[in-house]
């Protein structure tokens, strides 16, 4: 790289935040990854998770903030938003590592179940990317503005553990993606959604280390052999999405998921 060159993945100067960012799982690798590519970041995450919060930000090393934030309200999303641009004087990234899931039969599963995981996960990710894209265009991101919403590798199918109303929410999340991408696209701000295979371990997963058998069958499925590592395999590709390294993708669905999806 020339000196002339400006390093399309840094930073520096622009302000990122970053939902379920509070206990240790992909959100706060992504909130450590994007400060130390120099951006001014703020970590969010559900009010009952204020403590894990303050723990997570005290790993960066740059300039950050917290606040709490429930993606299912409203408010809480546009408080989210106005609090970026108050601390930090702008919004440039925002990324969404929130999510819920449940590991339920579908006869077991009931309506308010379904409704919940539909809130937290289809419509958490449409409130976030609609207050995002808002916010950018009230006041345009000098670079254009980055949004990465979180689906799964069960977008566009399903797995051998019965969760029907996690797989249907992420399947949404898709079409959340493609749809607000095409409405955002022409002010310059992209949409774009990554769909991770396995990642072990997290808050979502570390249960899995009680059934060693299901580990091996979800590494079987990837054409790499083994199961995504949180510190080694996930920052990359969200660092490709939240910088202008991505400047002519939106609309995107790119999966993690070491060649599960790719069969
Ligand atoms: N870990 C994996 O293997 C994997 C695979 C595919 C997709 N994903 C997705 O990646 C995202 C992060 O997963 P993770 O493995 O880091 O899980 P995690 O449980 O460690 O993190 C999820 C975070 O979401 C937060 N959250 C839940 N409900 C919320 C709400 N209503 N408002 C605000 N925050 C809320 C939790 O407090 C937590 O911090 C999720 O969307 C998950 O579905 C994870």
Request: glycine share 10%.
């Amino acid at each position: 790289m020339s000196e002339a060159t400006p390093d399309m993945f840094d930073l520096t100067g622009e302000t990122a935040v970053v939902v379920g960012a509070g206990i240790g799982g992909l959100g706060a690798r992504a909130a450590q990854e994007l400060s130390r590519r120099g951006a001014n970041v703020v970590l969010a995450d559900h009010p009952g998770r204020a403590d894990d919060l303050a723990a997570s930000a005290a790993t960066l090393a740059g300039p950050c903030s917290t606040a709490t934030c429930d993606v299912t309200s409203e408010d809480d999303v546009s408080a989210l938003m106005a609090h970026a641009v108050a601390t930090f004087g702008g919004l440039d990234v925002v990324v969404n590592c929130a999510g819920a899931m449940l590991r339920k039969e579908f006869d077991q599963t009931t309506v308010e179940d379904f409704e919940r995981l539909l809130r937290v996960n289809t419509l958490g990710n449409w409130l976030l990317a609609r207050a995002a894209g808002v916010q950018m265009l009230a006041a345009p991101p000098a670079r254009g503005g980055r949004i990465v919403l979180m689906s799964t590798v069960y977008a566009e199918r399903v797995g051998p553990i019965p969760e029907s109303a996690y797989y249907a929410s992420k399947a949404g999340v898709v079409n959340v993606t493609r749809a607000l991408a095409q409405e955002l696209g022409p002010h310059d701000v992209r949409v774009n959604c990554l769909a991770p295979g396995v990642f072990y371990p997290t808050g979502m997963t570390a249960a899995l280390d009680e059934t060693p058998d299901r580990l091996e069958w979800f590494a079987a499925r990837t054409m790499l052999g083994r199961n995504g590592d949180p510190d080694h395999d996930f920052t990359g590709p969200l660092v490709f999405l939240s910088t202008p390294a991505s400047s002519f993708v939106t609309g995107q669905v790119l999966y993690v998921d070491g060649g599960w999806s790719a069969w």
